[in-house]
Structure formats: structure tokens, C-alpha cells
């Protein structure tokens, strides 16, 4: 059970939006960034956005990242079936005293 | 550009301590950047192990209850992790990363990863 709570799966064909879902608690996200990961299969995971919404270097502006309160929220926009992968959200927990990530989402593109 | 290689036994006996080792290429471990570690069990999620400043300043995961150590060493710019007593919930790949403070807590440059199997 990951402190964060992502749902597992999402599905969209090809140019449509998706919206990943990131749910946590005050002591999580409330109070601290979050970042989104993107991860291939068999491939390290790729930082896509750090501090809630601010895109990584080299990263289409077709992912966004947004949070309120305790949740979080990445957008996929122009769905591409390279963007078949798991997302994963992330961040610091100041009642555990560290990182915690998402059990991650797999988005399949139809 | 920044490049980061793990490197380790990748088998490993039950009860005894995991070593693994992070060369970073291209990139001064000394420069403003705290460096972790960060493993993935075999068809699971990412879980954080610890992360490091070269100051000194150093998190770890509460949950790993004191098992792990995490260490740089400048003059050969690695960042190494030890895992003590290990048993098969530790079998994973372990990847260490850049970043991964208290604050920010994202992590923008990722080795390949290093696998790691559990024997009994």
C-alpha cells in the first residue's frame, strides 16, 4: 500500500487528453512539491515535472502538472502511443521524514 | 552530460550486506545536489532508500530501519549504499539518481540501474 494513491490504469487513444490522479494527505502533498516520472518498461524512470508544475528540461509541453490541496494532477494532452508507459508521482513526508512515491498508473493508448 | 552507472554483485545471500556502487560521470558530486538511492521490486513501484549531501547532510527511509547506509566518496566521485541483513523483499533493481532532497524531492538524472538478486 503506497502512501500515495494513484489509480492503475488509464486508457485513451491516440491524440485524446488523460488526467493522472495523485492523491495524498497534509503531511505529503499538501505541504510539499511534487514531481511525475515517466517509466518505460525496462527503462530508468524519467523526471517529467518538479515542483508541482514546472516542466523538466527536454520535456514536451504536452505534460502539465498541477496541484491543490492534497492532490495532485498530471495531464497528458496530444496522446501519442509513445507515451504508453507507468507514472509515477512523488514526493517528501514530513510525518515519515522522506520520500514517498505512487504505486503508479499504466496509461495504454488505444 | 551527467551519466550515472551502478555497478554490484547482483547476487546477494540472504542475511548478508549489499553493496552497490554509483559512478557519476560529467557532473561534480560536490556541486549543489543532494544524490540518492531508489530501488523497484520486480513488478512493483519505487521506493526511496536514502538520499545524501556532500556536506553531509543524509535522509534515509524509516522503514528500513537502520539496514541502510549511504556514503560518497568525492575523490572518486561515487556514491556507494550498503544494505545490511538482507533478505528476499530486497531483491529489486536499485538506481541511484541526482536529487532527491527534503524539499524538492525530484530526482532529474537516473543511472540504468542495478539488479539484484536474493539467495538462500
Known amino acids: 500500500q503506497s502512501v500515495l494513491t494513484q489509480p492503475p490504469s488509464v486508457s485513451a487513444a491516440p491524440g485524446q487528453k488523460v488526467t493522472l490522479s495523485c492523491s495524498g494527505r497534509?503531511?505529503?502533498?499538501?505541504?510539499?512539491?511534487v514531481s511525475w516520472y515517466q517509466q518505460i518498461p525496462g527503462t530508468a524512470p524519467k523526471l517529467l515535472i518538479y515542483?508541482?508544475?514546472q516542466l523538466s528540461s527536454g520535456i514536451p509541453d504536452r505534460f502539465s502538472g498541477s496541484k491543490s490541496g492534497t492532490s495532485a494532477t498530471l495531464a497528458i494532452t496530444g496522446l501519442q502511443t509513445g507515451d504508453e508507459a507507468e507514472y509515477f508521482c512523488?514526493?517528501?513526508?514530513?510525518?515519515?521524514?522522506?520520500?514517498?512515491f505512487g504505486g503508479g498508473t499504466k496509461v495504454t493508448v488505444l | 552530460q551527467v551519466q550515472l552507472q551502478e555497478s554490484g554483485p547482483g547476487l546477494v545471500k540472504s542475511s548478508e550486506t549489499l553493496s552497490l556502487t554509483c559512478t557519476v560521470s560529467?557532473?561534480?558530486?560536490?556541486?549543489?545536489?543532494?544524490w540518492g538511492w531508489i530501488r523497484q521490486s520486480p513488478g512493483k513501484g519505487l521506493e526511496w532508500i536514502a538520499s545524501?549531501?556532500?556536506?553531509?547532510?543524509?535522509n534515509y527511509n524509516p522503514s528500513l530501519k537502520n539496514r541502510a547506509t549511504i556514503s560518497m566518496d568525492t575523490s572518486k566521485n561515487q556514491i556507494s549504499l550498503e544494505l545490511t541483513s538482507v533478505t528476499a523483499a530486497d531483491a529489486a533493481t536499485y538506481y541511484c539518481?541526482?536529487?532527491?532532497?527534503?524539499?524538492?524531492?525530484?530526482?532529474?538524472?537516473w543511472g540504468n540501474g542495478s539488479t539484484v538478486t536474493v539467495s538462500s
Open positions: 539518481a541526482r536529487g532527491g532532497d527534503n524539499y524538492y524531492f525530484s530526482m532529474d538524472v
Open positions: 560529467g557532473f561534480s558530486i560536490t556541486t549543489a545536489y543532494y
Open positions: 545524501k549531501y556532500y556536506t553531509g547532510s543524509t
Open positions: 497534509n503531511s505529503n502533498i499538501g505541504f510539499n512539491y
Open positions: 515542483a508541482n508544475d
Open positions: 512523488a514526493t517528501w513526508d514530513n510525518s515519515l521524514s522522506g520520500g514517498v
